[in-house]
């Protein structure tokens, strides 16, 4: 959960259109924690990063000053050095913002691809499957 302070928010008082992007980094940065993939263990034990490719935003109705969202975090499909994501920004009144994140895996300090390591792919995977099986429901980490 995040909630919207005053630096977030634009003269009028709603989420600036690029504070989205922040509340969905620490989404991902936390659903890769809670499923054992923290970034610092990415980056010294096998020296790899995930950076944002590609990411397309939805903007669906304005999130207000001091409003608590949840970002949630799915899965849908995972390849060799990317991961695509669907995350949803929900407010008190619905959802805020959708956006569709491709992920690519590439070697610390360069920009050529790595591999996605299998024990990772098993965990992101999982996540997959679970929303999957869920029938459409929210899924993955940040569940309520």
Same mark, same amino acid.
């Given at each position: /959960?995040?909630?919207?302070?005053?630096?977030? #928010?634009? %003269?009028?008082?709603?989420?600036? /259109? %690029?504070?989205?992007?922040?509340?969905?980094?620490? %989404? !991902?940065?936390?659903?890769?924690?809670?499923?054992?993939?923290? /970034?610092?263990?990415? +980056?010294? !034990?096998? *020296?790899?990063?995930?950076?944002? /490719?590609?990411?397309?935003?939805?903007?669906?109705?304005?999130?207000?000053?001091?409003? $608590?969202?949840?970002?949630?975090?799915?899965?849908?499909? =995972?390849?060799?050095? #990317?991961? +695509?994501?669907?995350?949803?920004?929900?407010?008190?009144? *619905? $959802?805020?913002?959708?956006?569709? =994140?491709?992920?690519?895996?590439?070697?610390?300090?360069?920009?050529? &691809?790595?591999?996605? &390591?299998?024990?990772?792919? #098993?965990?992101?995977?999982?996540? !997959?499957? %679970?929303?999957?099986?869920? $029938?459409?429901?929210?899924?993955?980490?940040?569940?309520?």
């Amino acid at each position: /959960h995040v909630r919207v302070y005053y630096e977030d #928010t634009d %003269a009028g008082g709603v989420v600036y /259109h %690029a504070t989205y992007l922040q509340f969905a980094e620490r %989404a !991902r940065t936390e659903a890769l924690r809670y499923i054992g993939i923290p /970034h610092a263990e990415m +980056l010294e !034990r096998f *020296g790899l990063v995930f950076v944002v /490719h590609r990411i397309k935003v939805d903007y669906l109705r304005p999130a207000r000053l001091d409003e $608590s969202l949840q970002v949630v975090t799915e899965v849908l499909a =995972v390849g060799g050095a #990317t991961v +695509l994501l669907q995350q949803q920004v929900i407010g008190t009144n *619905g $959802s805020c913002a959708m956006l569709t =994140v491709r992920l690519a895996c590439v070697q610390a300090g360069g920009n050529k &691809p790595g591999r996605i &390591p299998a024990r990772w792919r #098993t965990e992101l995977d999982a996540m !997959r499957v %679970a929303r999957m099986a869920d $029938s459409g429901q929210v899924a993955g980490p940040a569940r309520p």
